[in-house]
């Protein structure tokens, strides 16, 4: 497999969470939520760097979680992220290796990613030049207008919900964040900005045990799956 080069933007608050501490420096048993997310990445065949995007306050931590790695210091890379994900991502694409020619973007907060499903993504994104993994909807989705009336009831046959990670070639996904830059476009998240461009992206199926930890709820979940829970 082509060298993987791996982004987790880990600057977000805790706002949602109800937390003072930023969701991805939450411990869960003895290691942070993003210590967990980032061990399902080290053995994936073909990564060559791991990089880090997070605020100022929090790089010498996670620069000490780096040295507690097997893997060892020089895979991780730590940069200071942005006001919104897309800046900070647009940040870490600056450091991405020579050696990478497949660039992922995972959520810091989704650490129950299984390695089969990276690396079908990986697979995936060579083929077709992009990939993002996801599950089929399982609820059916209004669509409404500002005043919130029901204009449309979308087939939900076609829809899926977008998960991470979302993986592309790296020159692609380069291409696709410059142009938002230089349009001044915010997206919802990467393969937006790749389809913007007219970019091919397939939809990987994944699991519904690939968790994004957004509310406190989630977190109850997580302590579950982890069986930390007190």
């Known amino acids: 497999m082509s060298g993987l080069s791996v982004i987790i933007p880990a600057a977000g608050s805790g706002e949602r969470m109800g937390s003072e501490i930023p969701k991805p420096f939450i411990k869960v048993g003895d ?8 061990s399902r990445f080290l053995n994936v065949p073909g990564i060559v760097q791991v990089i880090i995007a997070t605020s100022e306050k929090y790089i010498p931590e996670i620069e ?63 083929k077709v030049g992009g990939a993002v993994l996801g599950v089929p909807a399982k609820d059916t989705i209004k ?19 977008a998960q991470t990670p979302q993986i592309f070639r790296k020159d692609l996904l380069l291409k696709a964040y410059q142009s938002a830059l230089e349009d001044e476009y915010i997206g919802t ?5 790749v389809e913007r461009i007219g970019g091919k992206i397939q939809m990987v199926e994944g699991d519904r045990e690939n968790l994004k930890i957004t509310y ?4 109850k979940i997580a302590e579950l799956i982890f069986g930390t829970d007190q």
């Open 31 to 38: 290691k942070t939520i993003l210590h967990h997310t980032v």
């Open 189 to 193: 998240d990467d393969a937006s900005l």
């Open 216 to 219: 406190p709820v989630d977190l």
């Open 64 to 126: 000490a979680m780096s040295d507690s790695f097997s893997k060892g210091a020089d895979l991780f890379k730590v940069v200071k992220g942005g006001a919104e994900r897309q800046y900070s991502i647009y940040n870490a694409l600056e450091y991405v290796s020579g050696q990478a020619h497949l660039v992922a973007v995972h959520d810091a907060v989704r650490p129950f990613i299984r390695k089969e499903l990276i690396v079908e993504c990986c697979e995936v994104a060579e």
């Open 143 to 161: 669509q409404v207008d500002n005043a919130r009336m029901i204009t449309s009831t979308p087939n939900r046959a076609f829809l899926w919900q």
